[in-house]
Nanobody
Framework: QVQLVESGGGLVQPGGSLRLSCAAS????????MGWYRQAPGKQRELVAT???????NYADSVKGRFTISRDNAKNTVYLQMNSLKPEDTAVYYC????????????????WGQGTQVTVSS
């Protein structure tokens, strides 16, 4: 029922910028925390940034000061502005949302985007 459409990835040179977006649609009653994760080849998936429904943010130390997570609650969309990109940022980036589908639901379920490739290379 929940669809997450992720976009914005691509190939950029070191020092460049990209803006990722992830829009959730479907029969969604509410969304709690939204976040971005990434997975590089041969490595485990790691948390990049999260943002709560109230706007509180959390960042991995490796991206702090360079990346900014934001959300548009009216559009059920989360963004990741990535500046000063480095080759080590190369990975598949996934968005995740914690959604409650009904006011009768007692819990949130996790939903993942399809992933978008970000490659930082000269």
């Amino acid at each position: 029922q929940v669809q997450l459409v992720e976009s914005g990835g691509g190939l950029v040179q070191p020092g460049g910028s990209l803006r990722l977006s992830c829009a959730a649609s479907g029969s969604i009653f509410s969304i709690n925390t939204m976040g971005w994760y990434r997975q590089a080849p041969g490595k485990q998936r790691e948390l990049v940034a999260t943002i709560t429904s109230g706007g509180s943010t959390n960042y991995a130390d490796s991206v702090k000061g360079r990346f900014t997570i934001s959300r548009d609650n009216a559009k059920n969309t989360v963004y990741l502005q990535m500046n000063s990109l480095k080759p080590e940022d190369t990975a598949v980036y996934y968005c995740k949302t914690q959604c409650r589908l009904s006011p009768l639901s007692a819990y949130y379920s996790d939903y993942w985007g399809q992933g978008t490739q970000v490659t930082v290379s000269s």
